[in-house]
């Protein structure tokens, strides 16, 4: 039997707060999700915690890592693609890995502040280090029933209310 879900929240930088390209605060235009998940149940249970969660958003979906940084490569120098406002992020991707995603996350300019939440089955210290050294917001591990991988909907409110302040 595996350990319930766990989730560790990490503090948001000094200037991470979420801006448009002009730098001003986002407008009331749905929140852009990107979720980058190979798995196709945990895409539709994700999908459905963040509509329980009241967010106004529109979802992109990368489905393996190539997918994912092909994306993060052409909005962040097309000014006119929407910029996420939150990355859901696996580590375990097919071909290329959610620790280069996340690389190519933190070293493309028009991501910064973009909060990220690590949603993954993997526990590994190594895992968490790395990715918090990388400014992960939380790291949420998968875990095995829906009802426990509903506590993934405060994690996301709590990061998103984390970039407002």
């Known amino acids: 039997m595996r350990d319930p ?84 992020l696996d580590l375990n991707l097919p071909g290329i890995s959610g620790l280069e995603v996340l690389k190519q996350i933190r070293k493309t300019t028009r991501y910064d502040g973009v909060p990220v939440v690590i949603v993954t089955s993997s526990d590994s210290e190594h895992d968490k280090g790395v990715t918090a050294q990388l400014s992960v917001n939380a790291y949420f591990r998968k875990p095995t029933s829906l009802p426990e991988y509903l506590e993934l909907a405060p994690v996301i409110h709590q990061v998103l209310e984390q970039g407002k302040s």
Request: a negative charge; aromatic letters at 4%; proline letters at 10%.
């Open 5 to 88: 879900p766990s989730a560790s929240l990490f503090p948001l930088g000094p200037d991470s707060g979420a801006k448009d390209a002009s730098g001003s605060p986002p407008s009331q235009e749905p929140l852009t999700i990107l979720l980058i998940e190979d798995n196709e149940t945990d895409r539709l249970v994700m999908q459905e915690i963040l509509e329980q969660c009241g967010i106004d958003f529109r979802l992109c979906i990368a489905v393996n890592g190539s997918d994912a940084i092909k994306y993060i490569q052409h909005t962040g120098v097309d000014e006119s693609a929407p910029r996420p406002g939150l990355v859901l």
